[in-house]
């Protein structure tokens, strides 16, 4: 579900879409295809995955078409495999015509990253470990780049800069140190009369014993930490505060790094290493 903030945004990503992609006129459809020809068409899968995307793709051809009529046979979330049809909608032609292509770029992205999260999901299965998504996504398509992953079986880290304190190696670095960095960022909630969760990042042993004395955060990052080094890390914090770990995690050696007791791992794979799903949208004779 989206929240009100990205309701408008979805209704402006659908507006712009169409402006992008249809312009001042749809010619080729405005010349085939009378204005008041209606049809049918399908949305077929064609490959294996996790559909996502079917609520936008539902709201995009409302939008080219409020009477159209939609019958839906696979929701966001399931996995499907080629020849199934997710949905149908009736509805006037060049309507049609004018979305296709935009909700087929809409659901096989979402559909791609929904699929790669539910792979990552799916391999740590039985270990008290979640997987995260990242800020590594594509500028202002973040909102639905993330509903694909919550989709997958994922959660979503921060949304932005704006909703979660993390003091990283750049913040460490610049600001002179991690006590320095914790102590002003706390001086900073409480001026601006703030409560946000706060995130550090670690890059050794070293480090860490810097954050465990100095406290006042809610989550220690462990950054390319190696298992046997996140082992010993995890158990060092004595479960005073979360954990995470970033980093170099692919599918082979997640498993690995999830046995380790971290509460969480965040992989930027997910919305920039996937691969779409193949889908199409086709008209019936």
Known sequence: MLNAQETKWLSRFIEDGFKEDVGQGDHTSLAC??????????LLVKDHGILAGVDVAKAILLAADPACTINQYQ???A???????????EGNTQALLQAERLLLNTMQRMSGIATET????DEVAGLPVRILDTRKTTPLLRFLEKWAVRIGGGENYRSGLYDWFMIKDNHIDACGGIRKAIERIAAYQQAKGLSLNVTVEVRNLEELSEVLDTGNVTRI???NFNPA??????KLTGKRFETEASGGITLNTLREYAATGVDFISIGALTHSFKSLDLSFKMKR
């Open 33 to 42: 295809i009378p204005p008041d020809a209606r049809n049918t068409a399908r």
């Open 79 to 89: 996995r499907v495999k080629p020849g199934e049809t997710a949905f149908e909608v």
């Open 229 to 234: 080094s996140l082992r010993e890390a995890v």
């Open 221 to 223: 990052m462990f950054d």
């Open 75 to 77: 929701e966001d979330g």
């Open 118 to 121: 539910r792979k990552y999901c």
